[in-house]
């Protein structure tokens, strides 16, 4: 299963979007604490539509509190990483694939980077600016996984007008 995680997320629209992108993918998603937003927030709503209540996500106090309760391969999209998100093989359905981004801020804390050299990675991009957007990196990095994945588990078709809609009179 795949999954994204926001450490200490500060922007509400950010992770409505990204909240929006794992209610269309199956993604779950989990949260780190301290958040700079309530889980009410008309901003969040306003950029995860109505999907919301289609999103899987869990709460965490702390960065200890998630990694005493998750287990799997954990990513790290960092603009200090050495690697591309595509060198990486995220192909077997059967392991839990962890992509955690940072606080828009600051990113991820030097100090769990440091534990995780191997997989820390960077998406590429010239030297004009540091960082995509975290909800543009997300879904990035989420629809590499399920290219992989062959997009499993995803539909084709779009669900309200139909498979015929283009060439339907």
């Given amino acids: 299963m795949n999954h994204i995680v926001l450490f200490e997320p500060e922007i509400p629209g950010n992770t409505g979007n990204i909240m929006r992108t794992c ?23 306003r950029s995860g539509v109505n999907y919301l209540d289609h999103c899987d996500y869990t709460v965490y106090e702390n960065w200890e509190d998630f990694v005493s ?5 954990f990513y790290f999209l960092t603009r200090y990483g050495k690697k591309p998100h595509t060198s990486f ?18 990113g991820i ?9 191997d997989t820390c990675m960077r998406i590429p991009m ?17 629809y590499e996984a399920l290219r992989q994945q062959n997009f499993h588990g995803l539909s084709m078709v779009e669900p309200f007008k139909g498979e015929n809609w283009l060439t339907e009179e």
């Fill in 69 to 73: 309760k998750n287990h799997g391969e």
């Fill in 126 to 142: 010239n030297e004009y600016i540091r960082a995509l957007n975290v909800s543009n990196s997300a879904c990035v990095m989420i």
């Fill in 23 to 45: 209610a269309g993918t199956g993604t779950k998603l989990h949260l780190i604490k301290p958040l700079g937003f309530s889980l009410e927030s008309r901003y969040l709503k």
């Fill in 109 to 117: 804390p030097k100090e769990i980077l440091k534990e995780h050299l």
């Fill in 89 to 106: 093989d995220y192909s077997d359905l059967k392991k839990d694939y962890y992509f955690i981004f940072g606080k828009e801020s600051t």
